[in-house]
């Protein structure tokens, strides 16, 4: 009697510790079945005129202390466009494109030194990365960049958020192969080239399409799938605080595209999101989906337009969008909404 009781009380306690691991392991996990609150503001948004500029068809836009960067990527000669950020005024353009040793042959993403006032363009077919000062921009229209540093070929970052010299966040691709990459979230040291991914990956996912965001202020960094209904979000050590699963979520990949490039505006994560209900492959998301810092849905802002970029201009409280429609760049006052 007294050896089964035994039996019993360990069974128990068996029992005790697996409902523990199960119970800290749904603390991570949330599953988000209904997003349907729905704030349409199309009739909000401004039309941002360039004025004479000509900017391409595929453009990103980022925001520099008191300027906003208009990164043109099909431009035959100058590539990066300052505007005023508190005025829209159009300021000067630079980055010569070309493969001479003053230009820029394959831009990738802007890097941005908020501290130093300056930006760093990739060039992937050179494998370095060039600084621009924006002081020095401004003055001189024919300011000639300097190297800040190279890339591997072997892993690169896509895109990343500077922090400083020696550490960096943001997508790292390895490729495989000729047709396969690998993306990873890491840490980048820009001063010695170090590489080192986050420890946390999704134990589901066999391939990964990702984009992803970082902030110290929050102390977190945001991978959005591009093919599942999937957001994580991690410490800036590389542990898991949340996975966040959406209305659609599956195993396995169905769809081409979920989510775009994700970004942090004050305590709130804002994704740009293509609609399930008429996924016909389209070229653009219209919504962006309101999370706050631990990925609890708030709302959803149906733009009204295809959105191919935006950036978040927290001195003004905007989103400076670059927009695949009827308009080419637009803002968002975000007074109200967040």
């Not at 208009?70 to 990066?80: N, Q, R």
């Not at 993403?109 to 921009?137: M, N, Q, W």
């Not at 399409?209 to 929050?218: D, F, H, I, K, Q």
Request: with cysteine.
């Amino acid at each position: 009697m007294i050896k089964s009781r035994g039996l019993l009380n360990e069974f128990c306690f068996f029992m005790l510790l697996c409902c523990i691991g199960c119970n800290t392991n749904s603390v991570n996990e949330k599953f988000q079945n209904d997003r349907d609150n729905v704030l349409h503001v199309k009739n909000r948004i401004k039309e941002f005129h360039v004025e004479n500029v000509l900017i391409g068809s595929y453009a990103r836009s980022y925001v520099l202390n008191d300027y906003i960067l208009i990164a043109d990527y099909k431009s035959l000669d100058k590539m990066v466009h300052v505007f005023d950020a508190k005025t829209l005024q159009y300021m000067t353009s630079c980055v010569n494109r070309g493969e001479g040793p003053e230009e820029v042959l394959n831009m990738g993403c802007l890097g941005i030194d908020e501290a130093h006032r300056t930006f760093y363009v990739s060039d992937h077919a050179k494998l370095k990365i060039f600084s621009y000062p924006i002081d020095s921009v401004l003055a001189n229209p024919f300011y000639v960049h300097q190297i800040k540093t190279e890339m591997n070929a072997a892993q690169f970052p896509s895109e990343y958020q500077y922090i400083n010299d020696t550490l960096c966040i943001g997508r790292v691709i390895c490729p495989i192969g000729n047709n396969d990459y690998k993306p990873t979230v890491a840490k980048w040291n820009m001063t010695t080239g170090m590489i080192i991914p986050m420890e946390y990956n999704h134990p589901d996912i066999k391939k990964k399409r990702m984009l992803c965001t970082a902030s110290v202020e929050n102390g977190i960094y945001v991978e959005c799938y591009q093919n599942r209904d999937l957001m994580t979000i991690c410490t800036l050590d590389g542990n898991l605080k949340f996975n966040v699963y959406g209305p659609d979520w599956k195993h396995e990949a169905e769809r081409d595209q979920y989510y775009d490039q994700p970004v942090i505006c004050k305590n709130y994560i804002l994704v740009p999101c293509y609609d399930n209900s008429e996924y016909k492959k389209p070229s653009s998301p219209t919504k962006i989906l309101i999370f706050d810092i631990n990925g609890d849905y708030l709302q959803t802002l149906e733009v009204g337009y295809n959105i191919q970029s935006f950036c978040y201009d927290r001195y003004n409280n905007r989103l400076i969008l670059v927009l695949n429609d009827e308009i080419q760049f637009g803002y968002l006052d975000m007074n109200g909404i967040i």
